[in-house]
């Protein structure tokens, strides 16, 4: 599985963003997905979660009630659509795919996108 993550950029406080995933080859529905962010001087972090058919859902606290993670089996592509965005989210976000749903831990995932950069101002 390739991933290639987009739809970052610069947003005001407040706004919002909504960042895909296209993932290629043919096991996609079979995968569950994650998004995870790194901020200057920070590890990679978990931000959300979602299951191979999509009904299930994760999200670390920071993000709950602001963001959703989504998922098109049909266009193979993962989203996560990021509302009341606060500077504390400025981070480069990447999608990442694993065999088992639910995991927070890097070492858990698979296949990585490159990453694509949120910055929030204040």
């Known amino acids: 599985v390739q991933l290639q993550a987009s739809g970052g950029g610069l947003v005001q406080a407040g706004g919002s963003l909504r960042l895909s995933c296209a993932a290629s080859g043919r096991t996609f529905s079979t995968y569950n997905f994650g998004w995870f962010r790194q901020g200057p001087g920070k590890e990679r972090e978990f931000v959300a979660a979602i299951s191979w058919i999509g009904s299930n859902t994760y999200y670390t606290d920071s993000v709950k009630g602001r963001f959703t993670i989504s998922r098109d089996n049909a266009n193979n592509t993962v989203y996560l659509q990021m509302n009341s965005l606060k500077p504390e989210d400025t981070a480069v976000y990447y999608c990442?795919?694993?065999?088992?749903?639910?995991?927070?831990?890097?070492?858990?995932?698979?296949?990585w996108g490159q990453g694509t950069l949120v910055t929030v101002s204040s």
């Open positions: 990442a795919a694993a065999r088992r749903y639910g995991e927070i831990t890097t070492t858990r995932y698979d296949y």
